[in-house]
T-cell receptor
């Protein structure tokens, strides 16, 4: 099955700086990679996703890059703001037609004022 | 439109009792997923439904866990003879189709087994 590793587990950055969270996956058949943001006590919310036919996708201050050869993908947040503080989860779908998503263990992003 | 809803929002039970958790997916979504999130942990996939069928039940932690979906809509996750290690938030998600489709999560049911 799919295995997703996520790093770092905690990331503290100064407000206005950039934050990068990295994930690796094991199943080369995975072709869908969403990122979810989860605030304390709330449900995960999709913030951006990327499919394996593209290498990069950007939405305002958020971008995701995918390297299929190396089997890793990253989330980039620029000009961080206090409301970006949350836990971020990466995920991979382990082959497209399969089951549910396999999630990383999450990154607690802390934005320092 | 209405999102994914789950009930109850919180459930406290005694060890050994059975519990039933309910998920109402977004109308028209054919795929439904159950996940478990233990305190401070990531999301663990349990089971998914395509329509009323569950092609893969291998994510269920033990035979005390079962799930069903009727009418291609509402799903229930049942945990029999609950154990303390079952304490977690149980999240349901739905998507229009299986595979390359965004999953929309419900608010979760917080289960505490005493």
């Amino acid at each position: 099955g799919e295995n997703v590793e996520q790093h770092p587990s905690t990331l503290s950055v100064q407000e206005g700086d950039s934050a990068v969270i990295k994930c690796t996956y094991s199943d080369s058949a995975s072709n869908y990679f969403p990122w979810y943001k989860q605030e304390l006590g709330k449900r995960p919310q999709l913030i951006i996703d990327i499919r394996s036919n593209v290498g990069e996708k950007k939405d305002q201050r958020i971008a995701v890059t995918l390297n299929k050869t190396a089997k890793h993908f990253s989330l980039h947040i620029t000009e961080t703001q206090p409301e970006d503080s949350a836990v971020y989860f990466c995920a991979a779908n382990g082959g497209g037609g399969a089951d549910g998503l396999t999630f990383g263990k999450g990154t607690h992003l802390i934005i320092q004022p | 439109g209405a999102g994914v809803s789950q009930s109850p929002s919180n459930k406290v039970t005694e060890k050994g009792k059975d519990v039933e958790l309910r998920c109402d997916p977004i109308s028209g979504h054919t795929a439904l997923y159950w996940y478990r999130q233990s305190l401070g942990q990531g999301l663990e996939f349990l089971i998914y439904f395509q329509g009323n069928s569950a092609p893969d039940k291998s994510g269920l932690p033990s035979d005390r866990f079962s799930a069903e979906r009727t009418g291609g809509s509402v799903s229930t996750l049942t945990i029999q003879r609950t154990q303390q290690e079952d304490s977690a938030v149980y999240l349901c998600a739905s998507s229009p189709l299986q595979g390359l489709e965004t999953q929309y999560f419900g608010p979760g049911t917080r289960l505490l087994v005493l």
